[in-house]
C-alpha cells in the first residue's frame, strides 16, 4: 500500500473512532452530520447537502449530465445500549453506543470522497448518503419524502451492512431478500384493581398475559428458509406494582414480529388480532394495540446484485452466496419498494461480537474491502 493510500487510512480509521465517541440515537443525530459534513469539507470531498429527511448529509460528485444517478447509502444513527468496552475510543454518552457498526460504514463511504475527486472517466453522478434513523425503520421514509432527495433523481442505490461471524473480508450476496420484513407492537390490558385478599372484585390481567404468551409463541416458524418463515419474540412485559396488598389490574406486552415478506407480515398480523380478541374476551379485558417500528423486507434488484456479484469478483474477495435473508430488519427496504437497490453483506470476522452486544465494535480492518466494493459498484454503473 503507497503512503497516501496509508494516509487516507489512517484518516478513516480516526473519523470512525471520533464517531464511535460520540454516538447519538435515531432523529438526533446533529453532531454526528455535522462531523461528517466537516470531514467533506476539510478534505475537499464535493458538494455538501445537509437536513435531508431529518439530519442526513448527501455529498454529490457530478461527473456529467448524461448517465445514471449512483447512491451509496450508510447510516447515522447509534443504538441505546450502554457500552462493555473499555478501549480509549469507547462511547462517552452513557447508555448510547455504536453497537451495529454504523460508525465504521460512515467511515468507509465518507472515504469514497478521495477516489470520487480524482475520477475523469466516469458519466452520470454519485451521492453518497448518510441516512438517519435507521434502527427506528423511520430513517429512509423521511429521506424518500424529502425533495432534497428526490430532486437528485437517483437511478442505483447501494449499500452494505457488516457480519459478524463471517469470514473477515468476505461479501455475503444474498440473491433475493436481503432482510426481513419486520414489525413491533404493544398490547395494554386495561383490567380492574382491587385489595389482593379479595382479587374476585377486581380484574386481573395475569392469566391472561400467560395465555396471550403461549399462544403467540405457537405461531412461530423459526426457519429462515421456509418460505412461510415468521418470528414472534417478547421484548418488554410490565404488570402491577410492588405493593402487595394490591391484585393488578393493568399489564403491557411487547414483541417484535418478522417473516420473509409483507404479505407473510399481513397474515401473522391477522393472526395476532385473532388472538388478541379470542383471549382477552375470554378474561372479559379491554385491551388496545399499536404497531409501529415497520421495516419492509429488502428485495435485491436483480441487476443491482449482479452488479454486487462483478464487484466482489474484481476484488478477488471470497465470496458467499447466501440464500436466505437474514432475520434482522433494514429500513433499506423503503429504498429497494422504489428503486432499484441492493444490499450485500461485509463479513466482520469469526470472532467478531454479534450486533447489538454489549462489547461490540467495528473492525477497522474491513474499511477498505468496504470502500473498495463501492468502487468497484460506481465504476461498473457509470462507465457503461
Known amino acids: 500500500m503507497d503512503r497516501k493510500n496509508q494516509s487516507i487510512l489512517a484518516k478513516l480509521k480516526g473519523l470512525r473512532k471520533e464517531l464511535h465517541r460520540y454516538p447519538e440515537l435515531s432523529g438526533q443525530e446533529v453532531e454526528t452530520s455535522r462531523r461528517i459534513a466537516k470531514f467533506v469539507y476539510e478534505n475537499k470531498g464535493g458538494e455538501v447537502i445537509e437536513n435531508i429527511g431529518g439530519s442526513g448529509v448527501a455529498v454529490v460528485h457530478r461527473f456529467s449530465e448524461e448517465g445514471s444517478v449512483v447512491v451509496i447509502r450508510c447510516e447515522l444513527d447509534a443504538l441505546p445500549i450502554e457500552e462493555e468496552n473499555d478501549f480509549d475510543h469507547r462511547s462517552v454518552h452513557q447508555g448510547v453506543s455504536h453497537k451495529c457498526g454504523h460508525d465504521g460504514h460512515m467511515a468507509l463511504v465518507a472515504g ?6 480524482d475520477q475523469k472517466t466516469l458519466k452520470g453522478k454519485v451521492v453518497l448518503l448518510f441516512q438517519p434513523a435507521e434502527e427506528t425503520g423511520t430513517g429512509a421514509a423521511g429521506v424518500l419524502d424529502d425533495l432534497k432527495f428526490l430532486d437528485l433523481k437517483p437511478d442505483y442505490i447501494f449499500a452494505l451492512h457488516n ?9 455475503i450476496i444474498n440473491a433475493e431478500n436481503f432482510s426481513s420484513t419486520v414489525q413491533s407492537v404493544s398490547i395494554a390490558l386495561t383490567g380492574v384493581e382491587s385489595h389482593s385478599a379479595q382479587p374476585e372484585y377486581g380484574i386481573n390481567p395475569a392469566l ?4 396471550l404468551i403461549q399462544r403467540l409463541d405457537l405461531l412461530n416458524r423459526n426457519d429462515p428458509t421456509r418460505d412461510d418463515f415468521r418470528l414472534m419474540v417478547p421484548i418488554y412485559s410490565e404488570m402491577g406494582k410492588k405493593s402487595y396488598g394490591i391484585s393488578a389490574g393493568y399489564g403491557e406486552l411487547h414483541y417484535t414480529l418478522r417473516t420473509k415478506g409483507i404479505t407473510g407480515m399481513q397474515e ?7 388472538i388478541l380478541l379470542e383471549v382477552c374476551q375470554k378474561h372479559n379485558l379491554p385491551y388496545t394495540r399499536e404497531w409501529f417500528d415497520y421495516f419492509p423486507a429488502v428485495i435485491n434488484d436483480k441487476n443491482c446484485t449482479e452488479v454486487i456479484t462483478e464487484a466482489a469478483r474484481k476484488l478477488d474477495a471470497e465470496v458467499i452466496f447466501k440464500k436466505d435473508a437474514y432475520k434482522f430488519g433494514e429500513d433499506f427496504g423503503w429504498f429497494s419498494e422504489k428503486y432499484k437497490a441492493a444490499m450485500f453483506g461485509l463479513g466482520a470476522g469469526p470472532d467478531s461480537p454479534a450486533l447489538h452486544h454489549t462489547d461490540y465494535d467495528f473492525p477497522d480492518e ?3 474491502t468496504g470502500m473498495n466494493m463501492f468502487r468497484n459498484i460506481i465504476e461498473t454503473v457509470l462507465k457503461n
Open 112 to 117: 469514497l470522497i478521495f477516489w470520487l475527486k
Open 208 to 211: 391472561c398475559m400467560a395465555e
Open 268 to 274: 401473522l398480523k391477522s393472526e395476532v388480532d385473532g
Open 366 to 368: 474491513i474499511i477498505e
Open 163 to 171: 457480519i459478524p461471524g463471517q469470514p473477515l473480508n468476505s461479501i
